[in-house]
């Protein structure tokens, strides 16, 4: 069955850092994309980034491109997303989820797939001063 953790949120001012987790279970880190997304107070969940580390590619839509860095590691069968200058909009809560069904690819429109599911019980990140 394949599971997913997410932890590393927290409170953190403007313009710090968090490095959040995806801790997986049940597959292996080679066979999925791995998206992180997120979800302001009444707003959608949007696509942050994604990675597969089958065929090395990555992902980051515009809000994070710059800030943001998405990495895995096989051997802890994790993705992290490390997060620097973080801005109040960042606030949300984030999740991690597994794309299924098709070929472990990144690219432009990845994180707009119907396909990921095996929804982590997400992490909260709040920036505020």
């Known amino acids: 069955q394949v599971q997913l953790v997410e932890s590393g949120g927290g409170l953190v001012q403007p313009g710090g850092s968090l490095r959040l987790s995806c801790a997986g279970s049940?597959?292996?880190?080679?066979?999925?994309?791995i998206g992180w997304f997120r979800q302001a107070p009444g707003g959608q969940r949007e696509g942050v980034s994604c990675i597969s580390v089958s065929d090395g590619t990555t992902h980051s839509t515009d809000s994070a491109k710059g800030r943001f860095t998405i990495s895995g590691d096989t051997s802890k069968n994790t993705v992290y997303l490390q997060m620097n200058n973080l801005k109040p909009e960042d606030t949300a809560v984030y999740y991690c989820a597994v794309l299924h069904g098709v070929y472990p690819h990144c690219g432009p429109y990845t994180l707009y797939r119907s396909d990921f599911g095996s929804w982590g019980q997400g992490t909260q990140v709040t920036v505020s001063s």
């Open positions: 049940g597959f292996s880190l080679e066979q999925y994309a």
